[in-house]
Nanobody, 126 residues
Framework: VQLEESGGGSVQPGGSLRLSCVAS????????VSWFRQSPGKAREGVAR???????QYRSSVKGRFTVSKDAAKNTLYLQMDDLKPEDTAMYYC?????????????????????WGQGTQVTVSS
């Protein structure tokens, strides 16, 4: 399974960006695809995910500002990020897990994922 993120960039506080993650390869072999991020000197943390039935899950710091969605026909996961703040500055990754619970909020959530993209940088600064 290959994952490719795009859509990152530099914006001012309050701005918006839309990230995309395209999955290719044996995508039927994965159970979930989720968004993570990592800032310099910090651990990689889960940001958002969406269930097969469309139910989203977010880390509390982005709830109400970020929206996760997917286009199954295009094997693409999206992350619409609005009202961006400097603390959102990070490398954003999508990750896929072959089976099991789709953790994103556990501190060790990243350890459960089998495939990772290269990441896309998001910088929020005035």
């Amino acid at each position: 399974v290959q994952l490719e993120e795009s859509g990152g960039g530099s914006v001012q506080p309050g701005g918006s960006l839309r990230l995309s993650c395209v999955a290719s390869g044996f995508t039927d072999s994965v159970n979930c695809v989720s968004w993570f991020r990592q800032s310099p000197g910090k651990a990689r943390e889960g940001v958002a995910r969406i269930d097969d039935d469309g139910t989203p899950q977010y880390r509390s710091s982005v709830k109400g500002r970020f929206t996760v969605s997917k286009d199954a026909a295009k094997n693409t996961l999206y992350l619409q990020m609005d009202d961006l703040k400097p603390e959102d500055t990070a490398m954003y990754y999508c990750a896929a897990r072959k089976s099991g619970t789709c953790y994103i909020l556990r501190p060790d959530a990243k350890n459960y994922y089998n495939y990772w993209g290269q990441g896309t940088q998001v910088t929020v600064s005035s």
